[in-house]
T-cell receptor, first 114, second 121 residues
Framework: AQSVTQLDSQVPVFEEAPVELRCNYS??????LFWYVQYPNQGLQLLLK??????LVKGINGFEAEFNKSQTSFHLRKPSVHISDTAEYFC????????????FGSGTRLLVRP | GAVVSQHPSRVICKSGTSVKIECRSL??????MFWYRQFPKQSLMLMAT?????????EQGVEKDKFLINHASLTLSTLTVTSAHPEDSSFYIC?????????????????FGPGTRLTVT
């Protein structure tokens, strides 16, 4: 079975500061990795994904994430955040098989303060 | 591209009634659709997976007689909450993924609808 751990339930940060949202996963098989963002009362929007290849993945809105297989991590980073980045961020994994089911972490609320 | 819509966006119903939520892929054919529910300040929990033309596969603990899923076409899946009760109040989100050669480049990616807020009084 797969599991995803987002240790930080909330991360407060000042505008223009850098931020890292942590994600660790557990799986006995190879997985794909995703980061999604959810704004209030909305569905999820894909920020970025790791399928294969380069371990540094760049996504939308200036976010990037690095896949570290040895540490089973996929931390999300942004060098300078904006007020508009305030949202809930979910890390997710999907097995590399035909099911494509996503297993989500518990989410991290990024709160950007002026 | 890859837009998924849900209807309605919000619905309030009385306890004991049934509610149908539609999920549509607007510009692609979705071979597989997924239904999630999300309680306030919590993560998404997968309820079921539906493939076009076949019965849905429900996750453990999800009552298939209560949450009826129909995936009648490659662009439409519906979730019917039967005999709704206040504890069914939640945010329901669907997602869809493509299949075949066109979907190979998007392997494993799901596109999410905007969600439906269900309140049972």
């Amino acid at each position: 079975a797969q599991s995803v751990t987002q240790l930080d339930s909330q991360v407060p940060v000042f505008e223009e500061a850098p931020v890292e949202l942590r994600c660790n996963y557990s799986s006995s098989v190879s997985v794909y990795l995703f980061w999604y963002v959810q704004y209030p009362n909305q569905g999820l929007q894909l920020l970025l994904k790791y399928l294969s290849g380069s371990t540094l993945v760049k996504g939308i809105n200036g976010f990037e994430a690095e896949f570290n297989k040895s540490q089973t991590s996929f931390h999300l980073r942004k060098p300078s955040v904006h007020i508009s980045d305030t949202a809930e961020y979910f890390c997710a994994v999907s097995r590399m098989d035909s099911s494509y089911k996503l297993i989500f972490g518990s989410g991290t609320r990024l709160l950007v303060r002026p | 591209g890859a837009v998924v819509s849900q209807h309605p966006s919000r619905v309030i119903c009385k306890s004991g009634t049934s509610v149908k939520i539609e999920c549509r892929s607007l510009d692609f054919q979705a071979t597989t659709m997924f239904w999630y529910r999300q309680f306030p300040k919590q993560s998404l929990m997968l309820m079921a997976t539906s493939n076009e033309g076949s019965k849905a596969t429900y996750e453990q603990g999800v009552e298939k007689d209560k949450f009826l899923i129909n995936h009648a076409s490659l662009t439409l899946s519906t979730l019917t909450v039967t005999s709704a009760h206040p504890e069914d109040s939640s945010f329901y989100i669907c997602s869809a993924r493509t299949g075949g050669l066109a979907g190979a480049a998007l392997l494993g990616e799901q596109y999410f609808g905007p969600g439906t807020r269900l309140t049972v009084t």
